[in-house]
Protein backbone atom coordinates (compact mmCIF):
# COMPACT_ATOMS: atom_id res chain seq x y z
CA UNK A 1 0.00 0.00 0.00
CA UNK A 2 1.21 3.63 -0.49
CA UNK A 3 1.95 5.70 2.48
CA UNK A 4 1.66 9.28 1.19
CA UNK A 5 -0.66 9.81 -1.52
CA UNK A 6 -1.38 13.02 -3.02
CA UNK A 7 -4.46 14.27 -4.13
CA UNK A 8 -5.35 16.00 -6.76
CA UNK A 9 -3.22 14.36 -8.94
CA UNK A 10 -2.53 17.42 -11.37
CA UNK A 11 -3.57 21.04 -10.41
CA UNK A 12 -3.83 23.38 -12.70
CA UNK A 13 -4.47 27.15 -11.83
CA UNK A 14 -4.34 31.21 -12.91
CA UNK A 15 -1.48 32.84 -11.73
CA UNK A 16 -2.78 34.69 -8.37
CA UNK A 17 -4.88 31.74 -7.06
CA UNK A 18 -4.22 29.82 -4.01
CA UNK A 19 -3.21 26.14 -5.01
CA UNK A 20 -3.81 23.37 -1.84
CA UNK A 21 -2.75 20.13 -2.38
CA UNK A 22 -3.37 17.08 0.14
CA UNK A 23 -1.45 14.22 1.09
CA UNK A 24 -2.74 11.28 3.31
CA UNK A 25 -0.95 8.35 4.86
CA UNK A 26 -1.74 5.05 5.90
CA UNK A 27 0.39 4.57 9.37
CA UNK A 28 1.79 6.68 12.28
CA UNK A 29 4.81 9.02 11.45
CA UNK A 30 7.36 10.99 12.53
CA UNK A 31 7.08 13.99 10.68
CA UNK A 32 6.11 14.80 7.27
CA UNK A 33 7.42 16.38 4.20
CA UNK A 34 6.75 18.27 1.65
CA UNK A 35 9.17 18.38 -1.61
CA UNK A 36 8.76 20.30 -4.96
CA UNK A 37 10.44 18.93 -8.17
CA UNK A 38 10.40 20.99 -11.15
CA UNK A 39 10.79 18.88 -14.46
CA UNK A 40 14.11 16.51 -14.47
CA UNK A 41 15.56 18.43 -11.78
CA UNK A 42 16.49 17.41 -8.16
CA UNK A 43 14.02 17.42 -5.46
CA UNK A 44 13.94 20.94 -2.89
CA UNK A 45 12.63 20.81 0.41
CA UNK A 46 9.69 22.69 1.06
CA UNK A 47 8.91 22.23 5.17
CA UNK A 48 8.95 19.61 7.47
CA UNK A 49 5.65 18.99 9.88
CA UNK A 50 6.55 17.13 13.31
CA UNK A 51 3.66 14.62 14.62
CA UNK A 52 3.24 16.59 17.29
CA UNK A 53 2.44 19.92 15.01
CA UNK A 54 -0.89 21.07 13.37
CA UNK A 55 0.59 23.61 11.61
CA UNK A 56 3.24 25.94 9.90
CA UNK A 57 4.40 28.43 7.79
CA UNK A 58 6.98 29.79 5.36
CA UNK A 59 6.37 32.23 3.44
CA UNK A 60 3.89 31.67 0.88
CA UNK A 61 3.58 28.11 2.07
CA UNK A 62 1.43 26.45 4.97
CA UNK A 63 1.28 23.17 5.64
CA UNK A 64 -1.19 21.19 8.33
CA UNK A 65 -1.06 17.92 9.52
CA UNK A 66 -3.90 16.18 10.88
CA UNK A 67 -2.84 12.84 12.40
CA UNK A 68 -6.12 12.00 14.01
CA UNK A 69 -6.90 11.57 10.16
CA UNK A 70 -4.16 11.10 8.71
CA UNK A 71 -3.58 13.57 6.46
CA UNK A 72 -1.78 16.77 5.49
CA UNK A 73 -2.69 19.60 3.20
CA UNK A 74 0.13 22.14 1.35
CA UNK A 75 -1.37 25.55 0.43
CA UNK A 76 0.33 27.92 -1.77
CA UNK A 77 -0.97 31.33 -1.63
CA UNK A 78 -0.99 33.81 -4.18
CA UNK A 79 0.53 31.55 -6.70
CA UNK A 80 3.17 32.47 -9.47
CA UNK A 81 3.98 30.95 -12.74
CA UNK A 82 6.98 30.06 -10.94
CA UNK A 83 5.53 27.35 -8.76
CA UNK A 84 4.28 25.07 -11.51
CA UNK A 85 6.52 21.46 -10.18
CA UNK A 86 5.87 18.60 -8.96
CA UNK A 87 4.86 18.74 -5.26
CA UNK A 88 5.29 15.49 -3.29
CA UNK A 89 4.43 14.65 0.20
CA UNK A 90 7.14 12.42 2.16
CA UNK A 91 6.89 10.45 5.74
CA UNK A 92 9.29 9.44 7.94
CA UNK A 93 8.16 6.74 10.31
CA UNK A 94 10.74 4.71 12.38
CA UNK A 95 14.60 5.52 13.85
CA UNK A 96 16.42 5.39 10.36
CA UNK A 97 15.00 8.53 8.53
CA UNK A 98 13.92 6.12 5.90
CA UNK A 99 11.17 8.50 3.47
CA UNK A 100 8.48 6.97 1.69
CA UNK A 101 7.13 9.61 -0.97
CA UNK A 102 3.57 9.68 -2.12
CA UNK A 103 2.93 9.28 -6.01
CA UNK A 104 3.01 13.71 -6.58
CA UNK A 105 0.59 16.35 -7.99
CA UNK A 106 1.63 18.49 -10.86
CA UNK A 107 0.46 22.08 -10.30
CA UNK A 108 0.52 24.01 -13.46
CA UNK A 109 0.32 28.00 -12.22
CA UNK A 110 -1.05 29.61 -15.49
CA UNK A 111 0.14 33.32 -15.99
CA UNK B 1 20.82 24.86 3.17
CA UNK B 2 23.33 22.23 2.09
CA UNK B 3 24.78 21.32 -0.87
CA UNK B 4 24.64 17.95 -2.15
CA UNK B 5 25.88 16.98 -5.84
CA UNK B 6 25.91 14.66 -8.21
CA UNK B 7 27.99 13.41 -11.69
CA UNK B 8 27.04 13.23 -13.85
CA UNK B 9 24.13 14.48 -14.43
CA UNK B 10 23.41 12.68 -17.47
CA UNK B 11 24.85 9.23 -18.73
CA UNK B 12 23.67 7.25 -21.70
CA UNK B 13 25.58 3.70 -21.95
CA UNK B 14 25.15 0.71 -23.80
CA UNK B 15 23.85 -2.37 -22.57
CA UNK B 16 25.94 -4.34 -20.79
CA UNK B 17 28.15 -1.62 -19.23
CA UNK B 18 28.37 -0.45 -16.11
CA UNK B 19 27.79 3.37 -15.02
CA UNK B 20 29.02 4.69 -11.69
CA UNK B 21 27.35 7.53 -10.18
CA UNK B 22 28.18 10.08 -7.27
CA UNK B 23 27.26 12.05 -4.49
CA UNK B 24 28.67 14.22 -3.10
CA UNK B 25 27.82 16.65 0.18
CA UNK B 26 29.58 19.30 -0.13
CA UNK B 27 29.52 21.51 3.17
CA UNK B 28 29.24 18.82 5.95
CA UNK B 29 29.49 15.50 6.13
CA UNK B 30 27.38 12.58 5.72
CA UNK B 31 27.07 9.27 7.67
CA UNK B 32 23.96 8.25 5.82
CA UNK B 33 23.04 9.21 2.45
CA UNK B 34 20.00 7.39 0.59
CA UNK B 35 19.73 6.64 -3.16
CA UNK B 36 16.17 7.07 -4.96
CA UNK B 37 15.02 5.91 -8.96
CA UNK B 38 12.57 7.35 -10.26
CA UNK B 39 10.82 6.55 -13.25
CA UNK B 40 8.85 9.22 -15.85
CA UNK B 41 6.22 11.12 -14.08
CA UNK B 42 6.23 8.69 -11.10
CA UNK B 43 7.35 8.56 -7.32
CA UNK B 44 10.73 8.83 -5.85
CA UNK B 45 11.38 4.77 -4.65
CA UNK B 46 14.14 4.32 -2.20
CA UNK B 47 16.59 1.64 -3.45
CA UNK B 48 19.17 1.49 -0.60
CA UNK B 49 20.43 3.47 2.65
CA UNK B 50 24.41 4.16 1.98
CA UNK B 51 26.22 4.04 5.61
CA UNK B 52 29.74 5.21 5.94
CA UNK B 53 32.09 2.15 6.56
CA UNK B 54 29.71 -0.24 6.38
CA UNK B 55 27.12 -2.30 3.78
CA UNK B 56 24.35 -0.69 2.38
CA UNK B 57 20.96 -1.73 3.39
CA UNK B 58 18.78 -2.79 0.07
CA UNK B 59 15.18 -2.21 0.23
CA UNK B 60 13.06 -5.52 -0.60
CA UNK B 61 13.15 -5.95 -4.23
CA UNK B 62 16.44 -4.34 -5.34
CA UNK B 63 19.39 -6.07 -6.04
CA UNK B 64 22.41 -5.75 -4.24
CA UNK B 65 25.09 -7.45 -6.91
CA UNK B 66 23.00 -5.34 -9.61
CA UNK B 67 23.31 -1.93 -7.75
CA UNK B 68 26.21 -1.58 -5.88
CA UNK B 69 26.82 1.06 -3.25
CA UNK B 70 29.87 2.32 -1.79
CA UNK B 71 30.34 4.84 0.98
CA UNK B 72 34.00 5.45 1.40
CA UNK B 73 34.08 8.82 3.20
CA UNK B 74 31.79 10.54 5.28
CA UNK B 75 30.87 12.97 2.26
CA UNK B 76 31.09 10.83 -0.65
CA UNK B 77 28.89 7.24 -1.76
CA UNK B 78 28.41 5.79 -5.54
CA UNK B 79 26.08 3.72 -7.07
CA UNK B 80 27.01 1.34 -9.94
CA UNK B 81 24.87 0.48 -11.86
CA UNK B 82 26.56 -3.06 -12.68
CA UNK B 83 25.62 -4.51 -16.41
CA UNK B 84 22.88 -2.10 -16.86
CA UNK B 85 19.97 -3.11 -19.47
CA UNK B 86 17.25 -0.50 -20.74
CA UNK B 87 15.31 -1.36 -17.95
CA UNK B 88 17.66 0.06 -15.72
CA UNK B 89 17.33 3.52 -17.71
CA UNK B 90 15.79 6.19 -15.25
CA UNK B 91 16.78 9.24 -12.97
CA UNK B 92 18.57 8.27 -9.31
CA UNK B 93 18.70 11.01 -6.90
CA UNK B 94 20.79 10.76 -3.93
CA UNK B 95 20.00 12.28 -0.34
CA UNK B 96 22.27 13.52 2.60
CA UNK B 97 20.48 13.06 6.06
CA UNK B 98 21.30 16.25 7.77
CA UNK B 99 23.61 16.14 11.15
CA UNK B 100 21.02 18.88 12.39
CA UNK B 101 18.24 17.58 14.56
CA UNK B 102 15.82 18.13 12.19
CA UNK B 103 16.13 15.11 10.21
CA UNK B 104 16.11 16.81 6.71
CA UNK B 105 17.21 15.08 3.48
CA UNK B 106 19.35 17.09 0.89
CA UNK B 107 18.64 15.99 -2.16
CA UNK B 108 21.38 15.98 -5.33
CA UNK B 109 20.27 17.16 -8.42
CA UNK B 110 19.70 13.62 -10.07
CA UNK B 111 21.03 11.64 -12.55
CA UNK B 112 19.73 10.90 -15.69
CA UNK B 113 20.73 7.61 -16.79
CA UNK B 114 19.79 6.13 -20.60
CA UNK B 115 20.79 2.58 -21.58
CA UNK B 116 20.56 1.98 -25.19
Known amino acids: SQQGEEDPQALSIQEGENATMNCSYK?????LQWYRQNSGRGLVHLIL?????REKHSGRLRVTLDTSKKSSSLLITASRAADTASYFC???????????FGKGITLSVRP | GAVVSQHPSRVICKSGTSVKIECRSL??????MFWYRQFPKKSLMLMAT?????????EQGVEKDKFLINHASLTLSTLTVTSAHPEDSSFYICSSLSPGIFDEQFFGPGTRLTVL
Open chain 1, 49 to 53: IRSNE
Open chain 2, 27 to 32: DFQATT
Open chain 1, 27 to 31: TSINN
Open chain 1, 90 to 100: ATERGANSKLT
Open chain 2, 50 to 58: SNEGSKATY
